[in-house]
Structure formats: structure tokens, C-alpha cells
């Protein structure tokens, strides 16, 4: 599986973006997908991630204002973000992982390039 994410940039706090990751291959409907983010200085964290039963997770930092979905027909899952922060800057990666759900980062299987979200204040 190879993944593609995009759609991050600069937003004021209290602005919204949406993050998309473009997966290839004829399988991705099976898979868990999921985002992380990775400030400077510190390390990679879970955010959220939807199941291929389409059961989500969230981290407690971000619940209520992301909500992350998945097109299977485009093989693509989207991170909607809402009310964002200065905290919330950081390098967004897409995972995939063929098992359920887990939120420690080493056990997915496949990672995106990442994506660059700066929240100014």
C-alpha cells in the first residue's frame, strides 16, 4: 500500500483544514487507516483512525473538533479539522494496518510522506 497525503498549510487558530490520503492498491477497504501527527521535538501521536468497519478512535486532544472518514470508492481518508490550535502544528501522517486499530505508532504497517499543518495564533 502506498499513501499520498496533502491538503495541509497555514490557518489562523480557530480555522479549519481537511487532510486527505490517497492509498493505492485494490485492498484498501480492508484496512485500518489512521493519522498522526509529529510536532518538533517530540514524538509521533496518534490522532485518529477509522476502521474498514468504519468505527473511528480519537485521541482525547482532538475529539469533537477532527473527524476523520474514508471514501472507499476513491481509496482515500480525510481528516476534517475544526476549531484548530497552535497546538495542533505539527507534520500529519497517514498509516494504514491490515489489524485492528491500535494507536501505537510502530504497529502500522504503511506511512504516507506527511503534511505540514501550521496553526498560527
Known amino acids: 500500500v502506498q499513501l499520498q497525503a496533502s491538503g495541509g498549510g497555514l490557518v489562523q487558530a480557530g480555522g479549519s483544514l481537511r487532510l486527505s490520503c490517497a492509498a493505492s492498491g485494490r485492498t484498501f477497504s480492508t484496512y485500518a487507516m489512521g493519522w498522526f501527527r509529529q510536532a518538533p521535538g517530540k514524538e509521533r501521536e496518534f490522532v485518529a483512525a477509522?476502521?474498514?468497519?468504519?468505527?473511528?478512535y480519537y485521541a482525547d486532544s482532538v475529539k469533537g473538533r477532527f473527524t476523520i472518514s474514508r471514501d472507499n470508492a476513491k481509496n482515500t481518508v480525510y481528516l476534517l479539522m475544526n476549531s484548530l490550535k497552535p497546538e495542533d502544528t505539527a507534520i500529519y501522517y497517514c498509516?494504514?494496518?491490515?489489524?485492528?486499530?491500535?494507536?501505537?505508532?510502530?504497529?502500522?504497517?504503511?506511512w504516507g510522506q506527511g503534511t505540514l499543518v501550521t496553526v498560527s495564533s
Open positions: 498509516a494504514a494496518r491490515s489489524q485492528p486499530i491500535v494507536v501505537r505508532s510502530t504497529d502500522w504497517d504503511y
Open positions: 477509522i476502521g474498514w468497519t468504519i468505527n473511528t
